[in-house]
């Protein structure tokens, strides 16, 4: 997609990595990060997880090339041509299987949301499997949130951009961050076998309202009372909110991993729980909240359900027809989009986040378009953005 004789925009700091990444493998255009950590005295440059990330971006492109300092803080990065599980191109059996370390102080989601970004412009079907010891599938007090939010309030917006054929979330092994908030030894399959020219433009400026809330309740390794008792915690508060409301419940084993005294022996790990709660409007606009046990303990169910209850509160009194967790992914997408100008109202809480504020900065250097505002007629606390989409799109399915 890119070539080599193009000059390298230069982005500083490790802020936004995984987004800048993203963009650049979207937009074909070489980047140069620098000043990665570099005042750290004990791990200055890039960190295990970010690592990984460029090595699952490797693996799902084809021509992609990467060079990195001596000292892991500076590096340059020149995307290929997405080719997804593309025979011949490091996919065994039509998976990419990515393996994450321990040290993996990240969720899931970390890898998972760049993934869904670039799977509709892949040459070929995605089919990924992330596996190993450092996968976490619960929310991270690192600000991921857990692949249950993903797969319900992430993974439905693509519909609205004509991408909803064979896309898939499975969560096969699931885990919670573990000792240090190191590491969890999950397992997520991740299936997006829809692939398309250009998303439609989008137009989404009703709310509505809320008229129902689904969740999931997970925990490994626990007594299957704590998912009883963050549900009852919840519905607590929600149920005066709507009575339609209903939060399933996941029980499953603590995975193993060879014990580090013993190598013999295995010791739990990935051992917590956890509330994820979506809640739907009548125009199909998703809000979401997330939150798990942390490694060290000492957090009731209860206060974990009563705190998801009232992040969902927040989410919803934020307004907006996107929720901050996913504004990132549906501006990204209108700007990937056909020729056109698209429209979707946000909250002007969500909207003055350094997230979003960073993301318009960093599309506007990377040669997409600029954004345009003008005040909500229906809501006081809600601004139209208005984003003129590249018409770029798949390149590999242009060719092909």
């Not at 692949?147 to 917006?157: E, N």
């Not at 809000?287 to 798990?292: E, G, T």
Request: hydrophobic share 40%; net charge positive; proline share 6%.
């Amino acid at each position: 997609m890119s070539e080599t004789s193009q000059k390298a925009i230069r982005f500083t700091t490790q802020k936004a990595f995984a987004s800048r990444l993203t963009l650049a493998t979207l937009t074909g255009r070489p980047i140069r990060i620098s000043a990665i950590r570099p005042s750290s005295p004990t791990n200055p440059g890039l960190a295990p997880h970010e690592i990984s990330l460029l090595r699952l971006l490797e693996g799902v492109t084809n021509g992609s090339t990467i060079e990195i300092s001596y000292t892991g803080t500076d590096l340059v990065y020149r995307p290929g041509l997405i080719t997804g599980s593309a025979p011949g191109l490091g996919a065994s059996g039509g998976v990419i299987r990515h393996e994450i370390a321990a040290a993996c102080t990240r969720g899931v989601t970390y890898f998972l949301v760049p993934l869904c970004l670039l799977a509709p412009f892949s040459k070929a079907p995605m089919n990924i499997l992330l596996t190993g010891p450092g996968v976490i599938t619960s929310a991270t007090s690192a600000g991921d949130i857990s692949a249950d939010t993903v797969r319900t309030a992430i993974l439905p917006l693509f519909a609205k951009f004509g991408i909803s054929n064979n896309i898939e979330l499975r969560i096969l092994r699931r885990s919670n961050p573990g000792p240090r908030g190191k590491g969890g030894a999950g397992e997520v399959q991740l299936v997006f076998g829809h692939q398309v020219r250009l998303p439609k433009t989008l137009h989404l400026l009703n709310c509505g309202r809320v008229k129902r809330i689904r969740g999931v309740a997970y925990c490994t390794g626990v007594p299957a009372a704590n998912n009883a008792r963050m549900i009852e915690a919840a519905r607590g508060i929600l149920n005066s909110m709507t009575a339609d409301t209903y939060v399933f419940s996941d029980v499953s084993s603590a995975p193993y991993l060879p014990s580090k005294d013993k190598p013999s022996a295995r010791a739990k790990t990935g051992i917590g729980f956890g509330l994820s709660l979506v809640a739907e409007s009548s125009t199909g606009c998703l809000y979401s909240a997330d939150l798990a046990s942390p490694p060290s303990g000492g957090i009731p169910p209860e206060d974990i359900g009563q705190q998801c209850a009232h992040q969902l509160l927040e989410s919803v009194a934020a307004g907006g027809a996107v929720s901050l967790v996913a504004a990132p992914t549906v501006l990204t997408l209108m700007a990937m989009s056909s020729e056109d100008v698209g429209r979707v109202q946000i909250g002007k809480d969500v909207v003055n986040t350094e997230q979003v504020i960073g993301l318009g900065r960093d599309m506007k250097t990377l040669g997409l378009s600029g954004w345009g505002f003008r005040e909500a007629t229906d809501a006081q606390n809600d601004i139209v953005v208005s984003v003129v989409g590249r018409g770029v799109g798949n390149i590999g399915r242009k060719i092909t």
